[in-house]
T-cell receptor
Framework: SAVISQKPSRDICQRGTSLTIQCQVD?????MFWYRQQPGQSLTLIAT?????????ESGFVIDKFPISRPNLTFSTLTVSNMSPEDSSIYLC???????????FGDGTRLSIL | QKEVEQDPGPLSVPEGAIVSLNCTYS??????FMWYRQYSRKGPELLMY????GNKEDGRFTAQVDKSSKYISLFIRDSQPSDSATYLC??????????FGKGTRLHILP
C-alpha cells in the first residue's frame, strides 16, 4: 500500500491562529480525504480533496474554517483556521488508489490549541 | 440509532486466547466492510476488507460478515501482546464515504 507522510506530526497553537497540515503520498492516488478523530470518538470525515477542483465538504464542515488544497495526485493540505480549543484533535489524511477502494491512513497530526 | 455500533471495551484477554470483536449496523446500503487496527499515536492500519457475506481469512485474522443480521465480526486466533491496540470497524455504501465505529480497545495479557 501507499506510504503516506503527514507533517507536522504534532503542534501546539495559540487561539486565533491557523495551521496548515501537509499530506504527501509516494504514489499517485485518485482519492484523498481528511478526517478528524476526537478522543473517544470515531473518525469523522471532514472533506474529500479533489484534484483540480474545490474540495467536497461534509455536513458541519465549511471551506472558510478548513480550506483544502489538492494541487496534484500525490499531495494535499488542510488548513485549520482561526483555531479555538474545540479544534484540538487528531487530523488524519487518507488515500485510496481509486473510487470505492479501501482507504489507507497517515499517522495523523495531533493538534492542541491553548 | 447510530449507523454503526461498536463496544468501546476495554477488552482484556490472556495471550493465546481467541478474540472476538463485533459491530452492528443499521444501514442496509453498506456494501463493503473493513477492520482497521490503530496503535497509540499511529494512524489506522487496514487489516481486512470484504464485499460479501461470509468469512475471509488472513493468517490469524478472520473477518465475518452477516448482511442479513447487519453484524460483522473480527476473530483473532492465538492472540499476542502485539495485538494490543484499538480495533475499528468501518463500512461504506460505495460512495467513498466510510462510517467508522468508535473502536474497541483490546489488551492481550502476557
Amino acid at each position: 500500500s501507499a506510504v503516506i507522510s503527514q507533517k507536522p506530526s504534532r503542534d501546539i497553537c495559540q487561539r486565533g491562529t491557523s495551521l496548515t497540515i501537509q499530506c504527501q503520498v509516494d504514489s499517485q492516488v485518485t482519492m484523498m480525504f481528511w478526517y478528524r478523530q476526537q478522543p473517544g470518538q470515531s473518525l469523522t470525515l471532514i472533506a474529500t480533496a479533489n484534484q483540480g477542483s474545490e474540495a467536497t465538504y461534509e455536513s458541519g464542515f465549511v471551506i472558510d474554517k478548513f480550506p483544502i488544497s489538492r494541487p496534484n495526485l500525490t499531495f494535499s493540505t488542510l488548513t485549520v483556521s482561526n483555531m479555538s480549543p474545540e479544534d484540538s484533535s487528531i487530523y488524519l489524511c487518507s488515500v485510496a488508489p481509486n473510487s470505492n477502494q479501501p482507504q489507507h491512513f497517515g499517522d495523523g497530526t495531533r493538534l492542541s490549541i491553548l | 440509532q447510530k449507523e454503526v455500533e461498536q463496544d468501546p471495551g476495554p477488552l482484556s484477554v490472556p495471550e493465546g486466547a481467541i478474540v472476538s470483536l463485533n459491530c452492528t449496523y443499521s444501514n442496509s446500503a453498506f456494501q463493503y466492510f473493513m477492520w482497521y487496527r490503530q496503535y497509540s499515536r499511529k494512524g489506522p492500519e487496514l487489516l481486512m476488507y470484504t464485499y460479501s457475506s461470509g468469512n475471509k481469512e488472513d493468517g490469524r485474522f478472520t473477518a465475518q460478515v452477516d448482511k442479513s443480521s447487519k453484524y460483522i465480526s473480527l476473530f483473532i486466533r492465538d492472540s499476542q501482546p502485539s495485538d494490543s491496540a484499538t480495533y475499528l470497524c468501518a463500512m461504506s455504501s460505495r460512495d467513498d464515504k466510510i462510517i467508522f465505529g468508535k473502536g474497541t480497545r483490546l489488551h492481550i495479557l502476557p
